[in-house]
Nanobody, 123 residues
C-alpha cells in the first residue's frame, strides 16, 4: 500500500528527494514517517510528520539537512535530503500510522510500510 521511490546514487554534498506513494489510503489522518536501514544495522528513525497540524520530528543525524513534507489529503509524501553524507547510505522506507508521541520514533508505531528505496552516497 506504500511505495518509496526516488533513491539512487549520489555524491557527498548532493541532494535527493524521496517520494512515498500510497494506494488504498490517504495520508490525511495518518502520521507519515521515514526510516532507514544500513547494511548490518537496525532500522532507524529518520523523520516523521503528523497528519494534523503537521508537526515534524527529525533524528539528530539529519536535522538541518533533511526536510519531510506531505500533501495532506492526497497520497504522496516526500523526504528532501540535502548535504548528503556517506553515512546516509541505506535503504529508506516510508511508513504510515497513528503513533502516540512516545512511539513516534519507533517502528512499532507504524502499521503500514513500503518496500524501500536504496540511497547510496559516495565520498
Amino acid at each position: 500500500q506504500l511505495q518509496a521511490f526516488g533513491g539512487g546514487l549520489a555524491q557527498a554534498g548532493d541532494s535527493l528527494r524521496l517520494s512515498c506513494a500510497a494506494s488504498g489510503l490517504t495520508f490525511g489522518p495518518y502520521t507519515m514517517g521515514w526510516f532507514r536501514q544500513a547494511p548490518g544495522k537496525e532500522r532507524e528513525f529518520v523523520a516523521t510528520i503528523r497528519g494534523s497540524g503537521g508537526a515534524a520530528y527529525y533524528a539528530d543525524s539529519v536535522k538541518g539537512r533533511f526536510a519531510i513534507s506531505r500533501d495532506t489529503g492526497s497520497t504522496t509524501g516526500y523526504l528532501q535530503m540535502n548535504s548528503l553524507k556517506p553515512e546516509d547510505t541505506a535503504v529508506y522506507y516510508c511508513a504510515a500510522g497513528r503513533p502516540i508521541l512516545s512511539s513516534i520514533r519507533l517502528t512499532d508505531g507504524y502499521a503500514y510500510w513500503g518496500q524501500g528505496t536504496l540511497v547510496t552516497v559516495s565520498s
